[in-house]
């Protein structure tokens, strides 16, 4: 079992510690705990407590809402924090956090959306209406200037009102004109009878820090911990591709999969063939195999990574 924290009665025990927020649940809490795993952060959560001590570093986990984390971060209350870029906007913390690495995951839009059989069909149709959203200042920046854009009255201005969450029923409830609200798939938007017409921005989870961090010792384990990170993310994003090619076709085969600083060409026991070694993006590794047998490649593996550092 590992150190558990009751904080009532062992508040002492964070002093000094790492402070790393992490979203408690939702969508990024399964991939958080994933990236903590690679990273080799070992805890145990205790039922029902948000903070726990990590064993193998001088770290305090703190588990919290993924829209709290940036307050937290952006006023010094914890010192790292893992959350989504659209929430840091939300929280208008974009100024007091500083983005340390995109992690790759909990990737999706902010967009307008309004009935597809309704009589909305634009932006502008929408202006002066009423649009339900759990991100108010970000719609209320946008339409703002949509308003001021169409040169729209004071009393004629578009109504932004907030709901914590299902979003998307506001429209068939008769809560709303439109919505303001994440789209990944668009399964939810579509299952609501809605599609988007206007996208307020993309967003991602990062890894973030305080622009003004309150304990500047702890910097070396925010380095750290940022490179272990780093290696896990990478090690998802890439896979490692092994070819023989003949020597006559290597420059060919080589700019297809030149790697992420060169490739790693080692002679073969056969005259005229050496064997490649190279990080390949995952997402292009079926391209990358197809052009490769067409050049002459041969006995091509693909290997996972379980974790590395570039
Ligand atoms: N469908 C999605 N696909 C990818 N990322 C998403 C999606 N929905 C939300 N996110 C990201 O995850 C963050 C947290 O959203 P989520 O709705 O999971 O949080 P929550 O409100 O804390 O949890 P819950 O919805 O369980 O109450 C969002 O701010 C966004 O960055
Ligand atoms: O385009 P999709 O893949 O359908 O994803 C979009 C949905 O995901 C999020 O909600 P989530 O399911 O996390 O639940 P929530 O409504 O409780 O926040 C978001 O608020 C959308 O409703």
Request: hydrophobic share 45%; with cysteine; proline share 3%.
């Amino acid at each position: 079992m590992g150190p558990q924290l009751n904080l009532a009665a062992d508040a002492d025990a964070l002093d000094g510690r790492l402070l790393f927020a992490i979203p408690k649940k939702g969508r990024l809490h399964d991939k958080c705990l994933e990236l903590l795993a690679g990273a080799d952060i070992q805890f145990r959560r205790h039922h029902r407590l948000d903070v726990c001590l990590v064993k193998n570093h001088n770290i305090a986990l703190v588990f919290l809402p993924a829209a709290d984390i940036p307050s937290f971060v952006g006023k010094g209350n914890v010192d790292l924090g893992i959350t989504g870029q659209d929430v840091i906007l939300e929280a208008q913390m974009d100024k007091h956090v500083t983005e340390v690495l995109k992690l790759g995951f909990g990737k999706c839009a902010l967009q307008v959306q309004v009935p597809e059989a309704g009589p909305i069909k634009s932006v502008d149709d929408l202006a002066g209406k009423r649009v339900v959203t759990s991100f108010e200042v970000l719609a209320a920046q946008y339409f703002k200037d949509v308003d001021a854009r169409l040169q729209r009255a004071d009393s004629q201005q578009t109504r932004i009102e907030y709901v914590g969450g299902s979003v998307e029923a506001a429209c068939s409830l008769g809560l709303a004109d439109g919505i303001v609200d994440l789209v990944e798939s668009g399964d939810t938007m579509r299952a609501a009878g809605l599609h988007a017409i206007a996208t307020l921005l993309q967003t991602e989870a990062v890894l973030i820090k305080s622009s003004t961090p309150k304990h500047l010792t702890l910097e070396p384990l925010i380095k750290v911990i940022t490179s272990r990170i780093a290696g896990v993310v990478a090690a998802g994003r890439y896979v490692v591709c092994e070819y023989n090619i003949h020597r006559k076709d290597l420059a060919e085969a080589t700019s297809v999969t030149p790697g992420r600083r060169a490739a790693t060409i080692s002679p073969l026991d056969e005259e005229g063939w050496v064997a490649v070694s190279v990080m390949v993006e995952k997402s292009k590794i079926a391209d990358a195999m197809d052009e490769l047998v067409k050049i002459g490649a041969q006995d091509i593996m693909i290997f996972n990574l379980d974790n590395c550092r570039v």
